[in-house]
């Protein structure tokens, strides 16, 4: 069968440059706007895409066995209507700055991560897929003097992956750095005589190997990476986790938990169960807030391994 990957390739840089031209359309639009646009989103992603709509169900429906389907089919609505919010939300980095962006993240108890400082301690800030993950991460530079670094998974489309790295790193900050994922320990072992704040997400959905943890997670047998923990005692960093919620539309509040001050007196595996188990009650209380279309449960545990 005959190819022309020169075509595809001009498919692909035409795609790219048309989405990279709405998303500094919504960069510049007022944020009145902005959700005006993300209603519209929502009504075509839900009603008319009808984009993982059967994943959504299905993970609500095994998450929360005790809720009616009335409250499910609510939350699945907001989180589809959060969904959009967060996709126009993330396109405003381009343009925002910092003193702008900081209205509308509040930090609860920023002091957890200052005594860390203070003792000084390097730490992973184990983020969930919830609130707005992007804001989160440009504004770790706020939180302490650590040198601040996100660990990243790189996108295929090379493009796609230059525009999404530039905007999370276009305030040109000396602390802000991206990591992608093979190269982060290699680089946080050259930078271990500073004092580092790696921001990584740590709900993944793993590659179902042997060295995944697993353990029940919201009434179902969840497997983990379990590179936080690794990598935080291979380094002595502190885990912190960092709930991000949706306040009202356009602001945040995030609160954090000191999961592990010394990592290396923890048992192997105690460190993803104390994440685990602050993620699942972050969820139980803000359960629209999470991303229900990560195919989370897509692994399932090998009998032997009961």
């Given at each position: 069968?005959?190819?022309f990957?020169?075509?595809t390739?001009k498919v ?9 031209l709405?998303a ?7 944020f009145?706007l ?5 209603d519209?989103?929502?009504l075509l992603?839900?009603?008319?895409a009808?984009?993982?709509?059967k994943?959504?169900r299905?993970n609500?429906l ?5 809720k009616?389907r ?8 907001s989180?589809y ?10 396109c405003?980095?381009?343009v925002?700055?910092p ?7 509040h930090?609860k108890n920023?002091?957890?991560i200052?005594?860390l400082y203070e003792?000084?301690k390097?730490l992973?800030l184990?983020l969930?897929?919830?609130g707005?993950w ?8 706020t ?6 670094a996100a ?10 992956d230059?525009?999404?790295y530039?905007m999370r ?8 750095q ?5 190269v982060a320990?290699?680089?946080l072992?050259?930078r271990?005589?500073y004092l580092?704040?790696?921001?990584i997400v740590a709900?993944?959905s793993p590659?179902g190997?042997k060295?995944?943890?697993w353990?029940k997670?919201l ?6 990476f379990?590179?936080?923990e690794k990598?935080a ?6 885990v ?10 356009g602001?945040?509040?995030v609160?954090?938990?000191l999961?592990?001050e010394?990592?290396k007196?923890?048992?192997?595996g105690?460190?993803m169960?104390?994440?685990?188990r602050?993620?699942e ?11 229900w279309s ?5 692994r399932k545990?090998?009998?032997?391994s009961?």
């Amino acid at each position: 069968m005959l190819t022309f990957p020169f075509i595809t390739n001009k498919v692909r840089k035409i795609g790219f440059y048309i989405a990279k031209l709405w998303a500094y359309g919504l960069a510049i639009t007022p944020f009145r706007l902005l959700y005006l646009r993300s209603d519209i989103y929502f009504l075509l992603i839900y009603y008319i895409a009808r984009y993982r709509r059967k994943v959504v169900r299905q993970n609500l429906l095994n998450s929360f066995p005790d809720k009616s389907r009335a409250e499910l089919k609510r939350i699945e609505k907001s989180f589809y209507h959060n969904l959009c919010d967060v996709i126009v939300e993330a396109c405003k980095l381009l343009v925002m700055k910092p003193e702008e962006l900081k209205k509308h993240v509040h930090f609860k108890n920023p002091e957890i991560i200052m005594q860390l400082y203070e003792k000084q301690k390097s730490l992973f800030l184990a983020l969930p897929h919830s609130g707005n993950w992007e804001w989160l991460g440009k504004l770790m530079h706020t939180l302490s003097p650590h040198k601040c670094a996100a660990i990243y998974k790189r996108i295929q489309n090379p493009d796609f992956d230059k525009f999404i790295y530039d905007m999370r790193t276009n305030y040109n900050l000396d602390m802000e750095q991206m990591l992608e994922a093979r190269v982060a320990l290699k680089y946080l072992l050259q930078r271990k005589e500073y004092l580092n704040m790696a921001l990584i997400v740590a709900d993944q959905s793993p590659m179902g190997l042997k060295s995944d943890y697993w353990t029940k997670f919201l009434h179902q047998d969840t497997c983990w990476f379990t590179g936080v923990e690794k990598i935080a005692k291979l380094l002595d960093y502190a885990v912190v986790f960092a709930g991000m919620k949706r306040v009202k539309r356009g602001y945040y509040e995030v609160e954090f938990e000191l999961l592990y001050e010394d990592v290396k007196e923890a048992s192997n595996g105690s460190v993803m169960e104390k994440y685990v188990r602050c993620l699942e009650k972050f969820i139980q209380e803000n359960p629209d807030n999470w991303l229900w279309s990560h195919r989370r449960w897509k692994r399932k545990r090998a009998a032997e391994s009961f």
